[in-house]
């Protein structure tokens, strides 16, 4: 489903923020803006009031062109007020009055006491309404706002499309990896958010190619090994067929023997698929780590004596496990026929076991030349077998064997890694929990 773009909602929000953080800010200015002003009037009107109740602490008001003259006194005061003043007598009688509030116009009265026995009063009622300084006032704060607003709706549309443009880079570039080009790579941009996701997808393309290539590889290492015994059993038959070789024992044997290699390049990917869904297929027994081992050398003790290859074991009494121990037993065979086949005539392979607090490692240490550096971190994947072996002859195997025993380990809560690796040999830890 399409949407508006980032870009545009993020311009939108922060305009939407601060459009929000003016008015109020602005609202706010202006009431104490307002309330100052109001009150500063108001100081100013009881200012002028007191003096004026001063001038009329002696007032008598004999006749009415005496009332007439304090009249005009008082429009005087109250000239450009809008308000209206009233002299009023002790017992709230009106004694006089000028002015005019126009009505439905909020007011706000002032008060001050004439000095004298006679207990008058002055009362000052003054329009609460602004000054025309508060309508500039606004218009101006009104004008500042609606340009502040302008200039951040302009900044955040650029700020936006800044920050948007790895997001949408990283975009195009999955776009162009899902239609086959597996070359695509996002450029990151100057902030580190956008360069963690740049290099992580990035990271995932090129897996994704090595992934592909070594694809490709194992099919074609795949079909010769699959061609090559079917090609030589199908002549052998065919010969036979042809009365070109007699159909005696020895025949037959090598017949048996190009099926046989041809079977087991299929049982090998049969082994791998079961180790993918060997999570599903797990039956944990409680065993110990010794008579794991013990299972394992013993299965590999004519193998290490054919290529001279010594084995050797280091178990430690009490290490338990609680693991499928076919599944376990599997990949510890895996990574010890790996070794026995990389270690040289004469050499030495080590099986040991280290107990710690909540895990078991067990240690196959081999007498090899060492892993390449570009190897060492595809040694697991699938398929995968270096150009140039360890030691210097072509690569054997279908390169599944550790992918599986990496598989299995996995589904019993373990896992496995190239602890070291170099000239004096290599050793592969595989970690599994312990039980009490």
Same mark, same amino acid.
Do not use: K
């Given at each position: 489903m399409s949407g508006r773009p980032l870009s545009v909602r993020l311009a939108l929000v922060l305009s939407g923020v601060v459009v929000a953080v003016l008015l109020v800010t602005g609202l706010a200015v202006n009431r104490v803006v307002s309330r100052g002003l109001e009150d500063q009037l108001a100081d100013m009107q009881r200012d002028r009031l007191s003096v004026?109740?001063?001038?009329?602490?002696?007032?008598?008001?004999?006749?009415?062109?005496?009332?007439?003259?304090?009249?005009?006194?008082?429009?005087?005061?109250?000239?450009?007020?809008?308000?209206?003043?009233?002299?009023?007598?002790?017992?709230?009688?009106?004694?006089?009055?000028?002015?005019?509030?126009? /009505?439905?116009? @909020?007011? %706000?009265?002032?008060?001050? #006491?004439?000095?004298?026995? $006679? =207990? &008058?009063?002055?009362?000052? +009622?003054?329009?609460?309404?602004?000054?025309?300084?508060?309508?500039?006032?606004?218009?101006?704060?009104?004008?500042?706002?609606?340009?502040?607003?302008?200039?951040?709706?302009?900044?955040?549309?650029?700020?936006?499309?800044?920050?948007?443009?790895?997001?949408?880079?990283?975009?195009?570039?999955?776009?162009?990896?899902?239609?086959?080009?597996?070359?695509?790579?996002?450029?990151?941009? /100057?902030?580190? @958010?956008? %360069?963690?996701?740049?290099? #992580?997808?990035?990271?995932? $393309? =090129? &897996?994704?190619?090595?992934? +592909?290539?070594?694809?490709?590889r194992a099919a074609a290492d795949m079909a010769h090994d699959l061609a090559t015994p079917a090609t030589v059993l199908e002549s052998q038959l065919q010969a036979m067929v042809d009365g070109v070789v007699p159909a005696d024992r020895a025949e037959l044997e090598r017949a048996r023997a190009a099926a046989g290699a041809l079977s087991g390049?299929?049982?090998?990917?049969?082994?791998?698929?079961?180790?993918?869904?060997?999570?599903?297929?797990?039956?944990?027994?409680?065993?110990?780590?010794?008579?794991?081992?013990?299972?394992?050398?013993?299965?590999?003790?004519?193998?290490?004596?054919?290529?001279?290859?010594?084995?050797?074991?280091?178990?430690?009494?009490?290490?338990?496990?609680?693991?499928?121990?076919?599944q376990v037993g599997r990949a510890l065979r895996n990574v010890l026929a790996n070794a026995i086949q990389h270690s040289p005539a004469g050499g030495e392979v080590v099986l040991s076991v280290e107990l710690l607090a909540h895990e078991i490692v067990l240690r196959v240490v081999d007498a090899g030349g060492g892993i390449a550096a570009a190897d060492l971190p595809h040694v697991f994947e699938r398929f995968y077998r270096a150009d140039p072996s360890r030691g210097g002859a072509q690569p054997t195997g279908s390169g599944i064997g550790l992918t599986i025993a990496r598989e299995l380990l996995a589904a019993n809560g373990g896992s496995i890694e190239v602890e070291r690796t170099g000239p004096e040999g290599t050793t592969f830890a595989l970690r599994l929990p312990s039980v009490a």
């Amino acid at each position: 489903m399409s949407g508006r773009p980032l870009s545009v909602r993020l311009a939108l929000v922060l305009s939407g923020v601060v459009v929000a953080v003016l008015l109020v800010t602005g609202l706010a200015v202006n009431r104490v803006v307002s309330r100052g002003l109001e009150d500063q009037l108001a100081d100013m009107q009881r200012d002028r009031l007191s003096v004026l109740a001063q001038q009329f602490e002696a007032l008598e008001f004999q006749s009415q062109r005496h009332e007439m003259a304090v009249a005009r006194g008082l429009l005087g005061v109250i000239r450009g007020t809008g308000g209206r003043l009233s002299i009023l007598e002790a017992n709230g009688d009106v004694l006089i009055t000028v002015g005019q509030v126009r /009505p439905g116009v @909020e007011t %706000q009265l002032i008060e001050e #006491a004439i000095p004298g026995d $006679a =207990g &008058r009063t002055l009362v000052f +009622e003054l329009p609460a309404g602004r000054p025309a300084f508060l309508g500039v006032f606004n218009a101006t704060l009104l004008i500042a706002g609606v340009l502040a607003v302008a200039a951040l709706v302009l900044a955040s549309a650029l700020l936006s499309e800044r920050l948007t443009r790895p997001l949408r880079g990283v975009a195009s570039a999955a776009g162009r990896l899902g239609s086959g080009d597996l070359s695509a790579r996002a450029a990151a941009g /100057p902030d580190r @958010e956008s %360069q963690e996701l740049a290099g #992580a997808f990035n990271a995932m $393309a =090129g &897996r994704l190619e090595r992934s +592909e290539a070594l694809r490709r590889r194992a099919a074609a290492d795949m079909a010769h090994d699959l061609a090559t015994p079917a090609t030589v059993l199908e002549s052998q038959l065919q010969a036979m067929v042809d009365g070109v070789v007699p159909a005696d024992r020895a025949e037959l044997e090598r017949a048996r023997a190009a099926a046989g290699a041809l079977s087991g390049v299929i049982v090998q990917l049969r082994e791998l698929v079961d180790a993918e869904a060997a999570a599903t297929q797990r039956s944990a027994v409680r065993l110990s780590a010794e008579e794991l081992i013990g299972e394992a050398t013993q299965a590999f003790e004519p193998y290490s004596r054919e290529r001279d290859v010594r084995l050797r074991t280091d178990p430690v009494p009490g290490a338990m496990l609680e693991v499928d121990p076919t599944q376990v037993g599997r990949a510890l065979r895996n990574v010890l026929a790996n070794a026995i086949q990389h270690s040289p005539a004469g050499g030495e392979v080590v099986l040991s076991v280290e107990l710690l607090a909540h895990e078991i490692v067990l240690r196959v240490v081999d007498a090899g030349g060492g892993i390449a550096a570009a190897d060492l971190p595809h040694v697991f994947e699938r398929f995968y077998r270096a150009d140039p072996s360890r030691g210097g002859a072509q690569p054997t195997g279908s390169g599944i064997g550790l992918t599986i025993a990496r598989e299995l380990l996995a589904a019993n809560g373990g896992s496995i890694e190239v602890e070291r690796t170099g000239p004096e040999g290599t050793t592969f830890a595989l970690r599994l929990p312990s039980v009490a």
